[in-house]
């Protein structure tokens, strides 16, 4: 484990955002979702969510979350101040100049609310002569066979830290969609290159071949740029070495969490736009008024992630009624979604705001970015409205 996060000897309170996947619940269509996504963002803007960002997912099933950056500008429209993003737009899916002018577009038309998030996905150049292996953008692989006695959780100062996952890929599956996304294999090897180019077409001094080069409308508008990652990997070091905001992924990958966040800081370098480090970190949440009733309406979610891991795509989320018990999931089951499970934050306000607490002060985050899946959005949207009322109510104390 790396060593311990700065600020974490005593909790502070930070700003809470809302990271949206756009899930479509059993028995509603993606055009319910992208509804429900709509009323949400106006909500946590009223709530006083500092940020609304989407993910991007492709070919699930269960998620209308595919055109991020067609949705960010109709929910930048549909709402006033709260900040909207991306976490993450998967760079690998897009040529840079294209992403810069869909970030320009916004942020032109909505002035200083505008958040572009990088998300690297992909296999690196050596695996290049493997057939048909191009990662789905949207979700790990699915697990490999779980061991009979998985190892147990550290805690560290509170925090549950899991050991991690091993997962194998649906190199069916995975090689289709990047073919349907123009992947390559090795093509994440240029997320480097990308990530600076596109800086370069916001700040206006790109040039490529000699030849220096205009971006319209990017060039000149104010888009905060982030970074986002899993694990102490390329997408921590670069988010340090250019000083950019990076986002640690506790709520799909928590075992590599203060590792991530570890190697940003250590990497980190002052730049025109940051002088020191800046992070989030993402974690699964459902508040109710009682924890017993948050989790009755977190039933549903082992399924729904084991659907991502064994490679077939997010199902649309069961509703409680018809979401198998844990105690009736098999041993295999239970361990391959066991870290997730083991660090989604369920209960009442109370019960959620000591553990986002923990999170923060282990972490040392200068954010939280909290997600939220349930299978009736109006439990949804009540979850979020009970968490930020708590936020706040103890932040006044």
Known sequence: MSAEAPARAAARRVPLAVLDLVPIPSGATGRDALANTIDLAQRAEEFGYARYWLAEHHLNPG???????????????????????????????????????????????????????????????????????????????????????????????????PQPTTYRFNRERFALQARLLGRTPGDADGFAASVTDIAAFFEGDFVGDGIPVTVQPAEGSDVELWVHGSSAGESARLAGRLGLRYGANYHVLPSGVLDSLAE????????????????????????????????????????????IREGQGAVPYPAPEDAAAWNELSDTVRDAVRDRLDTRFVGSPETVVGLLETLQRVTGADELLVTTITHDHADRVNSYRLLAEAWSRHDAD
């Open 63 to 161: 998620v209308a979350g595919s055109a991020p950056h067609t949705l960010l500008g109709i929910i930048a429209a549909r709402t006033e101040r709260i900040r909207v993003g991306t976490a993450a737009t998967i760079i690998g899916n897009y040529e840079p100049v294209q992403v810069a002018e869909a970030f320009g577009t916004i942020a032109s038309l909505f002035p200083g609310r505008t958040d572009l998030g990088f998300g690297r996905s992909g296999l690196p150049a050596t695996d290049a002569a493997k057939p048909a292996t191009a990662p789905q953008p949207a979700a790990p692989p699915a697990p490999a066979p779980a061991s009979p006695e998985p190892a147990a959780n550290t805690i560290v100062d509170g925090l549950v830290v």
């Open 264 to 307: 940003y800081r250590a990497h980190f370098q002052p730049s025109a736009t940051l002088e020191r480090p800046h992070t989030t970190v993402s974690v699964d949440v459902v508040v109710a008024e009682t924890d017993a009733e948050a989790e009755r309406l977190a039933a549903g979610y082992a399924e729904w992630v084991l659907s």
